[in-house]
């Protein structure tokens, strides 16, 4: 178990690092493509960062992307070399993506997007835009992905218990 909050605990530092930084190097339609629709309309005409800095925010986006999958691996691993069954497994995936989930909520989209309004220093144009203060704008996407988990969990412990017999 100790393996699996280790795992979680880099993600989120991970996942934190890379919500600071990556603003200046993303462009901004895709950047803002996870935000609400006003703030979208109002940073439509924001300049993209010039093409080095893409490139860097691509690469720093796909190790990201291979540290979470690497994360999930590690965790799936030490199951295995413990001798954990399925529900031990998929308890620990559970852990996992919700540990993430609740993180991702408070600390990333209530903390630093709505409180502290961390993007509005690369978007000062979105100013204005009522959903700066509007702590449900992503409830739709949160339910989604929090009633999908536990599926998920147990499509990766089957396959965490498949690939390693």
């Given at each position: 178990m100790i393996t699996t909050l280790a795992a979680l605990a880099y993600v989120c530092a991970m996942s934190l690092f890379f919500?600071?930084?990556?603003?200046p190097l993303a462009p901004t339609k895709l950047f803002m493509s996870f935000l609400p629709t006003d703030i979208?309309?109002?940073?439509?005409?924001?300049p993209d960062p010039p093409k080095e800095r893409r490139i860097l925010g691509y690469l720093l986006t796909a190790v990201a992307a291979i540290a979470y999958i690497g994360s999930i691996v590690l965790i799936?691993?030490?199951?295995?070399?413990r001798g954990c069954g399925f529900w031990q497994i998929f308890g620990r995936y559970m852990l996992f993506m919700y540990g993430y989930k609740v993180f991702d909520i408070l600390v990333q989209d209530q903390y630093v997007v709505i409180k502290k309004k961390y993007?509005?220093?690369?978007?000062?144009?979105?100013?204005?835009?009522?959903?700066?203060?509007d702590r449900s704008f992503n409830k739709s996407n949160q339910m989604k992905r929090l009633i999908a988990?536990?599926?998920?969990?147990?499509l990766m412990a089957g396959l965490t218990i498949w690939i390693g017999r």
């Open positions: 919500i600071i930084v990556i603003p979208r309309e109002a940073a439509k005409d924001h799936g691993a030490d199951a295995l070399r993007f509005l220093r690369f978007f000062p144009e979105t100013k204005d835009c009522k959903s700066w203060d988990f536990p599926f998920i969990c147990a």
